[in-house]
Structures are given as structure tokens and as C-alpha cells.
């Protein structure tokens, strides 16, 4: 007998409600591919980097460039010649000199067509290539802040910052989760659960394009980077996977199943492969898989090079030519090339020699020019100089410094020695007073090399600590001075991590551990007897295995962007109460690599597994110490169901029994105990998070559905969904439930 029912659901999961371009576009489409040579279709399917445009004198200076001046001649060639129809990326210039560059380039291109350029920005943590634009926390941080509004405003701010500028295609959410603990893009992913980075990403996606008449900005989201991507198996950038289909559909697809099922009009391929497939040339993935099982209707995108990388990185294309004839036969509709105009070339000849039909051709033109006419390029596309002033406005400060503040871990508070009043502080640590370590890579540029990017007024850990607590409360710690400074001090505060930016490969490492410095310098200061508090700023969870036990407090901060350290130095002054949790599982060592869902058996050696917690990770997934004390009860439910499709009704009582105000994250999981197909042991349903007013209670309820919350796919992506017992979990409380037919 068949253990398992299929559920009509696998319909629902397959079909989709995605939008088609209207009757009236069709038509407009349709009569510009009429109209259109093999040339220009062609054009619009190519994608340029910025510097193909630029001075030849800005070029050998690209690195430093904080002005551009467009070579016109440049420009020309390439719309009159090859039509390009795309451009992309940039540096923190002014938002004067944006104007100047896409009203420039939007100008010369109608002299050669009536189809408008689309610019492209990475613009994946706010405006980060704009000067003075609002850098929010990285995602991995907000992430950690389980409120969905904030993932919202940082997409939405980067709209509202750029648009105007021209840019009408923002390259994110970023929607990888974060399981490879090393990898150099980790703090881009929002989380290691599929469930966070989905909710998070169409929060993101919402933010980016937001249609409504009243909407000042037209921008396209952009998924990334489809599919597979953030779970390189050496845990370097760009290096293969191998994920069982089984596995990508479960945990890799939701996210952008769901970002694609919120309207995303754009995805970006990863660059990697998969079981030996690169992605650019998988028309499993990008062709059955994105067309025709999820109903993609919008733009696929390559990502830097990944036509070439065919060949030269991947080694399964002889040269760029055939890459080029694998990539658009798999589905790619544009290829980010972007330096040369070898692929416009390629592909003509490609169709001249009948290898490519034309008709594929106009397939993906047409989800170009979809994609323009949606965000309304045709009626308005030059830049917009009378609404610079919204940039950086104290509306967007503010967003920015709130997400900062309830994206924060504290991990550890032994003794209370958080928050901190009236104490004499030592503060030092290799990350104090940096700002790159505050905000990553992507931030301005690519990856900054060094503070002098970032914007004069902004605070490090150091000046918000002194503006904080006053120069009578801080010293700066001397290393030649320690003993005699830890007599004065009460507490030391060590700001320690990552003290670079970095982005892609970049950001390889050999070791999850810091240097022996950082460990060196704390191992000192816990000889002091003084209490230790560390502040985290890195873009993964690196490790100091040697001492972590040891400190008393340990505040995660992330990459918290501009505005944290103030954000930090509130949450150490007590100004502001710490609401993060683990949206990761931070390990205790290297080999420690496993996320919270992971499969009964990986840790089959230690019973009971609660142990594996304190013995494998300085911080569980969902861990978040707060200075409120929340205490949760009356977990109320159904206990057996028999209709799938009809809603559990689940709800529990948090009470703040502490006299501060707080705000709790509510993080419900479930376990499937018996499986056809070995289950995680804890999946998260669901979260939220309210404020609690100190001695007050609230309800948190929500409706599982089963047939969306418990079932889960086989490898041809069927759902499942079989009777027997689950576990429901919340803030330590747990309830069965039955399935029985
Ligand atoms: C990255 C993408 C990015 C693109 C354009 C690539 O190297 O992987 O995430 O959008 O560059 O800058």
C-alpha cells in the first residue's frame, strides 16, 4: 500500500498565480518585435558594465572613481551598433552624478531607438552605490530581527533612494540561505531557514516594486541567484554543489518560489553548478523547472560573466560561442556579459547558422520589453533632479538605526553584566574604530578597502560608546597599560571580528576561527578578572574557541550598517532593549557546520539531543537573550486533524515578567516524527514578533494549515503529506498533533 497520500496541493504547488503581461502590452510588444532587426532583438538581450562608457583615464582609476565622465563616442558605438539595451553597476558617486550618466545614456539611445535602456544596481542593502545614500543592516542581520517590516523598509528605501536616479532594476533580495558558515556571501542571505528568507524576501520583493498609482518609483526586484547557490560544498564562492533534487526542493526552492509568486519580474542565475550542471546551462532548472513548473514570465538574467564562465570556469563549452548557444538554449533571456560585445556577435551567428531559431529569440525579447513597459519605462524614463532631497532623509536614517537595533543578538549575559550604568568601561578590540567592519562589502563599492568611503559623520564603535557613556565612564584600552587601566575599570568591552569588507571570493577564508591576535587580546583581558563583553561585527559566525566560554557577554552586531553603532551602544547602555535571535545556528567550532533543521541522524552519537545545543553551538537558531523576562504559557490547540486543507487554530500566552518593556519574537517550529523521506527535526512554521509592555501578557496565535505548513515535496516535487504524529514547539512548550485520515 502507498504510505503516503498525494495531495491535490502538488497542483497548488505547481501552478501559479503569476502575472502576464496585459492585452494592451502584448500588442505594443508584439508590434516592436515586428518591427525589430535580428540586431536589435539581440541588443536588448545584452547587458553592459558601466565601464564599457566611461573615460579611458576613469578606467585606470576605476577603484577610486567618485565622478564619472562618459566617453560619448563609446556610448554611441555600442547603441548604434550592437543596441544594447542594459547597463549595469557602479561606484558611491553623487546622486548629480547619477542624473548626469542615465539622463546621458537614455538620451543617446533615442537617437538609435525607441526601446529605453534599463539600469541595473546592486543595490542590496540600501542605496550602497550612492554617495551619501542610506546603507541599511546587511541581510543576515535583518534576518536576525524576525520582524519582516524591516526587510520591507530597506528594500523599499533603496527604491525610493535610486529611482529617480535612473536605476530602475535593483539586483536583489538575495535569497540563498546561509548553511555554508564560511562562505565569503553569508551575511547576504537572510537566514538558514527557507521559511525566514521567503517571508523576508517577498517583504524585500513588496519593498522593491510596489505598483499602486500613488507609488513615486517604478523599480524591478531581481531573485538571486537562482538556484542552489549559497551551498558551495567547500564553502568558497562559485564552487560546485551537490544538492540532492530532493533537498533543492525543499529547502532551495521556496524562497523563490515564493518571491516569484510576489511579483519579482526579474531573477538572476547563480553561477555555480549543480551535480555537475552549471546553472547557465541547465535547462532542467531554468527552462522546465522556472518556466514551466513555477510560470515565470519575467526576466532570466546571467550573472558577472557566466556565459564564458561556460568555458573557462566550468569547462563544458569549447568556447564562448558554443557557451553562448548552451546558456540561451538552457533559458537565459540576458546575459550580464559584461565587458565585451562578443555575445552579440555569437549569437547572431548562432541564428544566421539556424542553430538558434529566432523564435527563441523573441521569447525572451518579449519578457524584456515586458519587464520595461511594467515599469513604465516607454511614458518615463529619464532621471528625476527635483526629487533628489528624499535621499538620506531622517525618515530613512531612522529606518535604517531601528532595523540596526532589533537586529542585534545578545548571545550572552552572565551575571547581567549587560545592560551597563554608571561603570567605568575599558573599551578596545581590532574592530572598534572601524566603519568598514560595521558594514561589509557593498557598501559604496564593491568591497571597500578602507574607511576613507564611508561618510566623515559616521560613528564608529569607539565614538558612539564615548558619545554614549561620557569620557568619564570610557577608556581606550592600551595594550602596555592593561593591568593598571583594569584596575580602574568595571567591565571591559572588546568590539571584535571582522575587520575588512568583503565580497565573493573575496571573502575566502581557510579558518572560521580569528586570528590568534583577537583571541591573544581577550585571553588577557580575562585575566584581569575583569567581565569581558564582546561585540561581534563580521559578516559570519567566526570563532574564538579558546575564550568564548570564558566572557561574560557576547553581543552579536552583525554587519549592522551605518547607523550601529549607535544601535550598539544603546543596547549596552540599556537605552535599547535587544530583540534579536539567531536567524543562523553560530557554531562552536569548524566542524561544526550543521543548521538547526538538520536530519535525526547527523548527530545520532549524542543523547539526549538537547545536549547536542550546548555542546555544538555558542547559539542555537532562535537564540536571543533579552534584559525582559518573557514567559511563555497556555499553548492552546487542536490535537488531531483529518482535512489538510482546513486551518489548526494554535495561539500562546508570552507574559513580561520584568519591569522593562521588551519585544519578543515568537518562533514556532514543528517536527514530522515519522517520515517517508527523513525530516528535519525542527522546521519553522512560523514567527512573529510584538512588544510586550513589562508586566503584560499578549496572545500569539496563528493557523497552521497543514497541507502548506506540514507537507513536504519528494524529488519529483510532489508534495507529501502522511498521517501519523507531529510535534508542535514553542518558547520551550510542546503539543501533539495527529494527522488521521
Ligand atoms: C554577483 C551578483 C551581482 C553582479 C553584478 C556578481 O558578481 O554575483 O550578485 O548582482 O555581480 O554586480
Redesign the pocket.
Known sequence: MNPYILLLSIILFLSCNQEKPSNEHEQQIESLIRQMSLEEKIGQMTQLNITTIVQDSILEDYGNVSHYVLDTAKLVALLQEFHVGSF??GRAVSPENWVYVTETIQNVNKQHSAIPILYGI?HVHGASYLRNGTIFPHNINIGCSFDTSHAFLAARTAALETADLGHHWI?APVLGLGRAKSWGRFYETYSEDPLVVSRMGVAAVHGIQDFSATTPYRTAACA??FLGYSDPKSGWDRSPAEISDQALREFFLPPFKAALDAGALTI?IN?GEINGIPVHASHELLTDLLREELGFQGIAVT??LDIIALDEMHGIAENEKEATYMAIMAGVDMS?VPVTTNFCVYLKELVEEGRIPESRINESVRRILWVKFKLGLFDQVLPRADRLDRINSPEHIAGSLQAARESMVLIKNEGQVLPIRDKKILVGGFTLQSKVALCGGWTYRFAADSDRWFPEDMQTIYDALLATFGESQIQLLDENRLSEQARWADVIVLATGENTAYA?TQGTIDDLALDAGQANLIGRCLDTQKPVVLILTEGRPRLIPEVEGAVDGILFAGLPGVYGAQAIAEILSGAVNPSGKMAFTYPKRSGHIISYNHKKAEYSSIRPVSEELQRYSIAPFGHGLSYSTFVYSGLRMDTTFSDPSLPVSISVEVRNESAQDGKEAVLWFVSDLVGSITRPVRELVHFEKQLISAGESRTFSFELIPERDLAFPDKLGQQLLEPGQFRLEVGGLTSNLYYRE
Open positions: 549595469l553597476n546592486d539586483f538571486k541567484h538572476m553561477s550573472d558577472w550580464m565573493e
